[in-house]
Each structure stands twice: as structure tokens, then as C-alpha cells.
């Protein structure tokens, strides 16, 4: 049975950093890219970031780019993600994601997503 449980969301203030984390159970972990998504309140969820496990190159959606780090530790199936300079529209219920497959559109990585979600964890940056 595979499980994600994700950790590391808070209440920050505009400007300050998280780090999160996220372990994976129940699956081959270093044969899996993995990826950060994100929901707002009233909003569909959004592509954060991404690291696929065959290339040495990250992935991420154009708000966070230069202020978002996706890391990952195969030996701990855990994967991270490094939030600095947040925003209060970075305010948002986080899911990390074992990607089930992936691509490329237009010089756009296109994550594609897997049954296997988590509770997610709750990032709220004030003004």
C-alpha cells in the first residue's frame, strides 16, 4: 500500500522561508519522479515543481522559479521542497506526488499525475 505523508507548512510571514517534506512509502522510490503541487483556496490544483528521477535537471512553474528548490533523498524516500522569499499567493494546501509519467510541451515540463496523494500540508504567508 503505497502512502505520502506530507510535513513542514506553517504560518510565515511575507518574505521568510519553509522547507518541506515528504515520505513515500509502498513503492520503488528512485524509480519514481516526483513533484510538488499546490491548491488555493477556490482554485484548482497547480504544478509546483518537479524532479525526475532519469535526468539530473528540476522542473518548475514559472511564480517559483528562483525562490523554490525541489530536492530528494532516495536513501530516506523523502523529497523536499525549499520555499524561500514566500509570497501570501504562495498561500496553499501542499501535495507532494509520485508521478505515474511526464513530458514536454512547448519547452514546459507536463507532469502527469498519480492516484497516490497525501493529507498535503497547509502554507499560509501573511502580509
Known amino acids: 500500500q503505497v502512502q505520502v505523508v506530507e510535513s513542514g507548512g506553517g504560518i510565515v510571514h511575507a518574505g521568510g522561508s519553509l522547507k518541506l517534506s515528504c515520505v513515500v512509502s509502498?513503492?520503488?522510490?528512485?524509480?519514481?519522479?516526483m513533484a510538488w503541487f499546490r491548491q488555493a483556496p477556490g482554485k484548482e490544483r497547480e504544478f509546483v515543481a518537479a524532479d525526475p528521477y532519469a535526468s539530473p535537471g528540476t522542473y518548475y512553474e514559472d511564480s517559483v522559479k528562483g525562490r523554490f528548490t525541489i530536492s530528494r533523498d532516495n536513501a530516506k524516500n523523502t523529497v523536499f521542497l525549499q520555499m524561500n522569499d514566500l509570497r501570501p499567493e504562495d498561500t496553499a494546501v501542499y501535495y507532494c506526488?509520485?508521478?505515474?509519467?511526464?513530458?514536454?510541451?512547448?519547452?514546459?515540463?507536463?507532469?502527469?499525475?498519480?492516484?497516490?496523494w497525501g493529507q498535503g500540508t497547509q502554507v499560509t504567508v501573511s502580509s
Open positions: 506526488n509520485p508521478l505515474r509519467g511526464e513530458g514536454m510541451s512547448g519547452g514546459r515540463f507536463v507532469p502527469k499525475s498519480s492516484e497516490y
Open positions: 509502498g513503492l520503488n522510490f528512485r524509480i519514481y519522479s
